[in-house]
């Protein structure tokens, strides 16, 4: 499957496939093209969707890479949900990406909006709060009315791989819009900033609001009201931006990588400055498991078992939120060239 092949006119390329393509060294393509190794097109519209929208399919080709590195066996005799994993662990994905309102494409840069939202990350996370629950929904309805049917699908374990791509902004999200809209734990940052809070402790939220003031669910596993998902896997930091960082140093290429890795003995995260070919991020780096404690088939956490990634529990019986995450795990990355 060639990606960069064209198959729609110029003028319905959107933005961000136009600068991948124009900006891709060599070794971006390579690594791009390892991701692929295996990944099946079953409706035969995979490369059109890839150029005219990017992000949604980049995340699933990175779904299909991280379930490689796993060496988790996937069955694309299915057209449906996305990825039918059958061995040695028998369960089901279902990728899914939170878009803007009215579907208005997002444009590549720091815009005006970009650097607002990065401004307020209050504003940030809420508003991401308000695109994931919609797609959050979505999903659990196209579940409960079609996957659950399905001979393949039917008491398994059944996971949602949710990417925000609702702002400018999204690759500045890290895990806090998600803790909020699963467990109603929310860690708010620019209060901890202003000196108005002395630790980093995550609170319940009252309630989020959309745009016209009504307000939307938070905590969707903190009852048994969404048993069909076992888990959401989520990571911010796959972006093309990871291809970047990981691919071959280029001919008269200058790459400089700064990240934000998890600090468990301080408040302030490590400030990890690199300059390609050392780079030391990974393919899993960035990736968290959110685990759902009233999940009818859960997800056993073996699964997704290894040093890169964080994978996060509730436990309502005592009150208590845990993290299993490991120090140096990444949150954050930004790259100049």
Request: hydrophobic share 40%.
């Amino acid at each position: 499957m060639n990606l960069f092949e064209r198959k729609v006119p110029e003028q319905q390329l959107c933005e961000i496939y136009r600068r991948v393509e124009a900006g891709a060294t060599s070794g971006d393509l390579e690594l791009l093209q390892q991701w692929c190794a295996g990944f099946e097109d079953r409706d035969g519209k995979f490369v059109h969707e890839f150029q005219t929208t990017f992000n949604s399919s980049f995340w699933e080709l990175y779904l299909h890479a991280v379930l490689k590195e796993f060496r988790l066996e996937v069955d694309y005799r299915h057209a449906r949900p996305d990825f039918v994993v059958t061995s040695p662990h028998d369960f089901c994905i279902e990728a899914v990406t939170a878009q803007p309102v009215g579907g208005k494409p997002l444009e590549p840069g720091q815009t005006d909006e970009t650097m607002a939202l990065l401004g307020d990350l209050n504003e940030l996370n809420q508003r991401a709060m308000v695109r994931l629950a919609n797609s959050f929904h979505s999903k659990v309805k196209k579940y409960r009315n079609s996957y659950s049917t399905l001979a393949h699908v039917r008491d398994k374990p059944f996971v949602l791989a949710v990417a925000a791509f609702d702002s400018p902004a999204f690759f500045a999200l890290s895990t806090r819009p998600m803790e909020a809209l699963l467990y109603n734990y929310y860690v708010d940052e620019e209060a901890f900033i202003a000196g108005e809070k002395d630790s980093l402790e995550g609170e319940h939220l009252a309630s989020v609001n959309k745009d016209n003031g009504a307000p939307i669910e938070l905590g969707m596993f903190q009852g048994p009201a969404f048993a069909e998902v076992s888990a959401v896997v989520w990571n911010p930091c796959a972006t093309w931006g990871k291809v970047r960082t990981m691919s071959p140093l280029a001919a008269n290429e200058r790459v400089v990588v700064q990240s934000v890795r998890y600090n468990p003995n301080s408040h302030l995260p490590h400030h990890v400055v690199e300059a390609k070919p050392d780079t030391s991020e990974t393919l899993l780096d960035g990736l968290t498991v959110f685990h759902n404690p009233f999940a009818k088939h859960p997800l056993d956490p073996a699964v997704f078992g290894h040093p890169d990634v964080a994978q996060m529990y509730a436990d309502y019986s005592i009150d208590e939120f845990v993290i299993d995450r490991r120090e140096g795990q990444l949150l954050f990355r930004s790259l100049q060239t």
